[in-house]
DNA sequence: ACTTATACCGGTATTAGTATCACGGTCATG
DNA sequence: CATGACCGTGATACTAATACCGGTATAAGT
């Protein structure tokens, strides 16, 4: 085996990880916030929906500074679960 | 184009990154890190040497967690420059 | 000298991330 | 209803990340 296919938990991660970054977009709209990290609108539409689970690190650290998050309460938060996913959206 | 292929200044900050993490690795081995982050020790040694740019977010984050980084810190300081990267040095 | 451990390197295989293109839905306006 | 602008989506293309294998080099321990 080469490359081992993400596991079921990596991609529920991933779905976690992409309704963080959907939740701290808001209102604004994908293309504005993709042109602020630049990248393509489509990529941040997979990021956000799961369907790209394991995104590369400097395109979340894009992402995140268009969206002003910390990478380590990002990690953290999808880290280790959905509960800590859900204090995440608490405290902002 | 379907995929751009990475830019010379991405590979640079690869090197960078890599180079972080090597010199913060210290005297622990590949290996025993790798396995610690849950990576194979080529990969690790991939990201090192910069042969890998632009690994994915969860393995920094794994990585950055073995060794004790900030993933914000570790952001910043590859991505504005060499001398970030040195002031991160100096900091630790 | 032999073994062991560590790291580097090249090649190979397979999956996944990212970008471009073309399409459907929505809403405002004529 | 038609037109257009904006937003999200599916399909497709191509590169990069990751892992496994074999080989090489160097240093330490026996």
Redesign the interface.
Known sequence: MVRVPLTPE?RQ?GERFGALLRQARGERSMIEVAAAAGLSAETLRKIETGRAP????????AL?AALGL???EL?AAC?EGPSAAAEFRRAG
């Open positions: 990596e991660r394991t995104p590369a690190f400097f395109t979340v650290a995140a910390s990478l380590d990690a880290a």
